[in-house]
């Protein structure tokens, strides 16, 4: 595993992190403690989670993915500074009208229950989940900042935001000199480019920040396991991803797969390697984040460790995949 630097900042992460929204969702309590020392001996040091994970799953109140890591945490696996870890704030966790958003008060109550769950006194990378049209970035930010200088948490990132509002939150907290955000959590795949590549990565690029790409499989449709014409199986996240069932529907899409493929038997890889591999060599990706339910998901996405394509292969995948 090589570890790369997050951003500016000095830190060393893992070239794949680790995330566990399907932790008590579609994978079990004992499966996520599989994967979790499994990610570790191949040496996965980079763990990403949200305190809303998983909380759209019936009779979950949110939380359950924290716990699950908070307690593998006091297995001894690892020792906790051996592992940086990523969770985020932002989304409804109570029924009140102040159980969710980026106010002040949100903030500093839900990052006490996130350290509770996750049973540590800091969180290293402490992630806004996604904007608050309610909430000027100022008070974000003062609260941010104010939970770094108090130690509970080391870097602050962002996830969702598009363009301009980063810009806007970086040049608040260059302007009010407070923490400022390190690190960029983009919805970013070979089927998902435009929202991220239009603007978001070179202002990333430009000052410095850490890209950590979510779903860099497509929720699983870049592994090549649907078909064209045929439905989702039901315990396939493409049975419950509208997305996924859009994407069905795209030729552009399908062209892009069939690439991916012949690309990947070539060189006796996944697809899904592929897939990764291609994230893997963009210059300005720091960490794609895996999501693997299961011991042999996880160990395909470790298999694109160390991949970089050459740049016909880049260049393959990107003409044919321009426009989505
Ligand atoms: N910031 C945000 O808003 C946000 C949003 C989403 C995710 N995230 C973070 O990003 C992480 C990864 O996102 P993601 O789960 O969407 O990533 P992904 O890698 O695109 O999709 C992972 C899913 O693909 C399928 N899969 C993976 N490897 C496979 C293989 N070898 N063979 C067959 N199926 C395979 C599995 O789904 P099935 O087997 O169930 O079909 C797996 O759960 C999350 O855990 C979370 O930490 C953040």
Known sequence: ???????????????????????????????????????????????????????????????????????????????????VIATKVRGRMGDGPNDEGNSRRHILNAVRGSLRRLQTDYIDLYQIHWPDEDTSIEETLCALDDLVRGGQVRYIGCSNFPAWRLMQ?????????????????????????????????????????????????????????????????????????KRIQTYMQDDRVWETLAKLRTL???????????????????????????????LEQLDDNLGAAGLRLSPDHMEELEQISQEL
């Open 1 to 83: 595993m090589e570890y790369r630097i997050l951003g500016s900042t000095g830190l060393k992460v893992s070239e794949l992190c680790l995330g566990t929204m399907q932790f008590g969702w579609t994978a079990d309590e004992e499966t996520s403690y599989t994967v979790l020392t499994t990610a570790a001996e191949a040496g996965i040091n980079f763990i990403d989670t949200a305190d809303i994970y998983s909380r759209w799953v019936e009779g979950n109140p949110g939380g359950v993915a924290e716990t699950i890591l908070g307690k593998w945490l006091k297995k001894g696996v690892v020792r906790r500074h051996q592992v």
């Open 169 to 241: 939150a970086l040049w608040v907290s260059d302007r009010r000199k407070l923490a400022r955000f390190t690190c960029l959590q983009p919805h970013y795949n070979l089927i998902h480019r435009q929202e991220y590549e239009r603007e978001l990565e070179a202002v990333c690029q430009t000052y410095g920040l850490g890209v950590i790409p979510y779903s860099p499989l497509a929720g699983g449709f870049l592994t090549g396991k649907y078909e064209r014409g045929v439905t989702p199986p039901a315990e396939s996240r493409g049975s419950m991803s």
């Open 264 to 294: 990947a038997e070539a060189q006796g890889r996944t697809i899904s390697q592929m897939a990764l591999g291609w994230q893997l060599t963009r210059p300005s990706v720091t960490s794609p984040i895996i999501g693997p339910r299961s």
